[in-house]
């Protein structure tokens, strides 16, 4: 009955206007802006809460019923968000608009990771297709040894193994099992989501991506090659030194003393952090520092829960407040062994408001201990924003999100070791070590920022069109020889192979560059930490555990959440509005000039 009325009076307007003269709409006004921000940002709010516990369900409980409801309310969110972007473009160029209300519409325009365009059906595709990605990653198994083994569990594997044979199983299986099934799905998903972001006014996806950071998208990729450069000569002599170190313990057939490194051989599946192989490359001596985390860990006894509390306790200390209760009730800290779901550590913030929870696959090692310092960062910065409007609950930009915990880990030095009672005190290494500590952290921090850059290259390239499906495989594997000198362990089948997905953020379509400026944005907050600190020794060497004032001041910074550009927080916690590579280089400048005397008479680069 309803759908007749509403025919009948169609009919009728179409009939009372049938002759007269056509007018054009009325220009929106700022006040009609004020008030469709306002009724979005309810509308989202009240959705995402929801929306959130059916993701966390699926994230934690992989089953076919758990897909239907995330695909179904990634829908819905979906198509909310294109609704409200649509809308949000008509009033961009209106005049007499407030600065936040003109923030919150180019947030509402561009805020979408996948955008649908409005063909009907689209969205629903669109987020089947996410979902199902998704979920072929959380199920996904490699081999070691004829077996079958789980991601997580390869990537503890692929950091103690030094076996060459058992490293190249399991990284071909795992790419192979993994990525290769999601190939033809990407590809329509790429399409899908181009299409709406022209209808929202974008060259293409990627390009909506990069508009999110305080400036035109072209002017983000050139900053981002402005900072690569000014780290790039660190990387590199990282890359011939370790390059050197693998070569002597393996030999030329494994691998050879020029060219790239052989991926499977840097104790990652990615190749994007190589502190897991520190044994191998530790110069004599210099090198040995006496401790490593995971055994200190295990000598004392620590479990998840006592390694959480620990990451809690640091924050406590720079006068944050306890984590709530339900954290600790509602939490994913471990594998459980009767189901499927996404290992992959992360934050969330169901409510917006209190109900903060991290999900990992803990395990007693060094990798997760720095892992859950990282995601209570977010916690914390999700707790400090949560009293701004709905569409400011967010970081500065993404990077920051991202820095925060990751800076605060940079903070896990040995003088912090022994605050806690994980180090004894005669334990601490001496000055004469410095090398072999700056080379540790370097083999995580620096090895990882050209994969930090060259996972949205290879995106932003696919979403352009100037990657096309056929090439998928064969221009990420040539951007990996460009950007990070690796090359894979076996021969790659390009014309079926998709080694992107085996990456979590591809399938689960996160934006990555966020970790390549975070890397950046933690040495520059650890700098501004320790100053404020009145530290006085070897920066690497700084601690700002227990520093009321440092906590108050990151607390200032981080209670802006999104609400202004991110410039201004930046400055607000550093006293600078650039964000730049100068700090990392600082950090590591005697790392800088040891290596270079280390590579006298190697052929570098490749």
């Given at each position: 009955m309803k759908r007749i009325m509403i025919s009948a009076l169609a009919v009728a307007a179409a009939l009372a206007s049938a002759g007269a003269v056509a007018q054009q709409p009325a220009a929106p006004t700022a006040a009609e802006a004020d008030a469709f921000v306002a009724s979005a940002e309810k509308q989202l709010a009240d959705f995402s809460v929801e929306a959130n516990r059916v993701a966390w369900i699926n994230n934690t409980y992989i089953t076919d019923d758990t897909d239907a409801l995330a695909a179904k309310y990634g829908t819905i969110g979906t198509e909310m968000a294109v609704k409200f972007a649509k809308k949000a473009a008509r009033f961009q160029k209106v005049p007499g608009l407030s600065f936040d209300t003109k923030r919150k519409l180019d947030i509402l325009r561009g805020g979408l990771v996948l955008p649908a365009p409005t063909t009907p059906g689209a969205a629903n595709e669109l987020n089947e297709i996410a979902t199902?990605?998704?979920?072929?990653?959380?199920?996904?198994?490699?081999?070691?040894h004829g077996k079958p083994i789980s991601g997580s569990d390869i990537e503890a594997a692929m950091g103690t193994s030094r076996d060459p044979a058992a490293l190249k199983e399991m990284w071909v299986s795992w790419h192979d099992n993994v990525g290769k099934p999601m190939r033809a799905d990407y590809a329509r998903m790429v399409e899908i989501a181009n299409l709406g972001a022209k209808?929202?006014?974008?060259?293409d996806t990627g390009a909506m991506w990069r508009s999110q950071y305080d400036m035109p998208p072209d002017q983000f990729a050139a900053l981002t090659d402005k900072l690569w450069n000014q780290v790039k000569p660190l990387y590199d002599e990282l890359h011939c030194y370790t390059r050197a170190k693998l070569n002597a313990k393996y030999g030329d057939a494994i691998q050879p003393r020029t060219g790239p490194i052989r991926a499977d051989l840097l104790g990652n599946m990615w190749a994007q952090e190589w502190g897991n192989i520190y044994d191998v490359v530790a110069p004599p001596g210099t090198g040995d520092l006496g401790y490593e985390v995971g055994d200190l860990l295990k000598a004392k006894g620590y479990d998840w829960k006592k390694m959480v509390e620990t990451g809690e306790g640091f924050y406590s200390s720079l006068g944050f407040a306890p984590l709530p209760d339900t954290f600790w009730k509602r939490s994913l800290f471990l594998k459980p062994a009767d189901r499927d779901v996404v290992c992959h550590a992360s934050a969330w913030d169901i409510d917006n408001k209190d109900d903060l929870r991290i999900k990992l696959c803990?395990?007693?090692?060094?990798?997760?201990?720095?892992?859950?310092?990282?995601?209570?960062?977010?916690?914390y910065y999700q707790r400090a924003y949560k009293n701004q409007p709905f569409l400011y609950e967010n970081g500065a930009n993404d990077g920051f999100h991202e820095a925060i915990g990751d800076f605060v880990a940079l903070s896990i030095t040995p003088q912090y070791l022994v605050s806690i009672g994980l180090l004894d005190p005669a334990k601490v290494p001496s000055a004469d070590k410095d090398?072999?500590?700056?080379?540790?952290?370097?083999m995580d921090k620096v090895a990882f920022l050209p994969f930090g850059l060259l996972v949205d290259k290879w995106r932003w390239g696919v979403f352009s069109g100037q990657i096309q499906p056929a090439d998928y495989n064969k221009a990420w594997t040539a951007?990996?020889?460009?950007?990070?000198?690796?090359?894979?362990?076996?021969?790659?089948?390009?014309a079926t192979?998709?080694?992107?997905?085996?990456?979590?953020?591809?399938?689960?379509?996160?934006?990555?560059?966020?970790?390549?400026?975070?890397?950046?944005?933690?040495?520059?907050?650890?700098?501004?930490?320790?100053?404020?600190?009145?530290?006085?020794?070897?920066?690497h060497r700084c601690s700002f555990y227990n520093n009321k004032e440092v906590g108050r001041r990151l607390n200032a910074m981080l209670e802006m959440g999104a609400s202004r550009p991110w410039p201004d927080a930046l400055e607000k916690f550093t006293g600078t509005r650039e964000i730049s590579g100068d700090a990392m280089v600082a950090y590591f400048q005697p790392l800088m000039v040891w290596l270079k005397q280390q590579n006298k008479g190697q052929r570098c680069g490749w």
């Amino acid at each position: 009955m309803k759908r007749i009325m509403i025919s009948a009076l169609a009919v009728a307007a179409a009939l009372a206007s049938a002759g007269a003269v056509a007018q054009q709409p009325a220009a929106p006004t700022a006040a009609e802006a004020d008030a469709f921000v306002a009724s979005a940002e309810k509308q989202l709010a009240d959705f995402s809460v929801e929306a959130n516990r059916v993701a966390w369900i699926n994230n934690t409980y992989i089953t076919d019923d758990t897909d239907a409801l995330a695909a179904k309310y990634g829908t819905i969110g979906t198509e909310m968000a294109v609704k409200f972007a649509k809308k949000a473009a008509r009033f961009q160029k209106v005049p007499g608009l407030s600065f936040d209300t003109k923030r919150k519409l180019d947030i509402l325009r561009g805020g979408l990771v996948l955008p649908a365009p409005t063909t009907p059906g689209a969205a629903n595709e669109l987020n089947e297709i996410a979902t199902r990605l998704n979920s072929t990653y959380g199920k996904g198994k490699g081999t070691l040894h004829g077996k079958p083994i789980s991601g997580s569990d390869i990537e503890a594997a692929m950091g103690t193994s030094r076996d060459p044979a058992a490293l190249k199983e399991m990284w071909v299986s795992w790419h192979d099992n993994v990525g290769k099934p999601m190939r033809a799905d990407y590809a329509r998903m790429v399409e899908i989501a181009n299409l709406g972001a022209k209808e929202l006014g974008y060259p293409d996806t990627g390009a909506m991506w990069r508009s999110q950071y305080d400036m035109p998208p072209d002017q983000f990729a050139a900053l981002t090659d402005k900072l690569w450069n000014q780290v790039k000569p660190l990387y590199d002599e990282l890359h011939c030194y370790t390059r050197a170190k693998l070569n002597a313990k393996y030999g030329d057939a494994i691998q050879p003393r020029t060219g790239p490194i052989r991926a499977d051989l840097l104790g990652n599946m990615w190749a994007q952090e190589w502190g897991n192989i520190y044994d191998v490359v530790a110069p004599p001596g210099t090198g040995d520092l006496g401790y490593e985390v995971g055994d200190l860990l295990k000598a004392k006894g620590y479990d998840w829960k006592k390694m959480v509390e620990t990451g809690e306790g640091f924050y406590s200390s720079l006068g944050f407040a306890p984590l709530p209760d339900t954290f600790w009730k509602r939490s994913l800290f471990l594998k459980p062994a009767d189901r499927d779901v996404v290992c992959h550590a992360s934050a969330w913030d169901i409510d917006n408001k209190d109900d903060l929870r991290i999900k990992l696959c803990i395990k007693v090692n060094s990798d997760d201990f720095v892992t859950i310092h990282h995601e209570l960062g977010h916690n914390y910065y999700q707790r400090a924003y949560k009293n701004q409007p709905f569409l400011y609950e967010n970081g500065a930009n993404d990077g920051f999100h991202e820095a925060i915990g990751d800076f605060v880990a940079l903070s896990i030095t040995p003088q912090y070791l022994v605050s806690i009672g994980l180090l004894d005190p005669a334990k601490v290494p001496s000055a004469d070590k410095d090398i072999g500590l700056l080379l540790r952290q370097a083999m995580d921090k620096v090895a990882f920022l050209p994969f930090g850059l060259l996972v949205d290259k290879w995106r932003w390239g696919v979403f352009s069109g100037q990657i096309q499906p056929a090439d998928y495989n064969k221009a990420w594997t040539a951007l990996r020889l460009q950007y990070q000198g690796v090359t894979p362990p076996a021969p790659r089948d390009d014309a079926t192979a998709f080694d992107p997905g085996a990456k979590y953020h591809v399938p689960g379509n996160t934006p990555y560059t966020r970790y390549f400026l975070a890397r950046l944005l933690q040495f520059q907050f650890y700098k501004a930490a320790c100053e404020q600190a009145g530290w006085k020794g070897p920066l690497h060497r700084c601690s700002f555990y227990n520093n009321k004032e440092v906590g108050r001041r990151l607390n200032a910074m981080l209670e802006m959440g999104a609400s202004r550009p991110w410039p201004d927080a930046l400055e607000k916690f550093t006293g600078t509005r650039e964000i730049s590579g100068d700090a990392m280089v600082a950090y590591f400048q005697p790392l800088m000039v040891w290596l270079k005397q280390q590579n006298k008479g190697q052929r570098c680069g490749w």
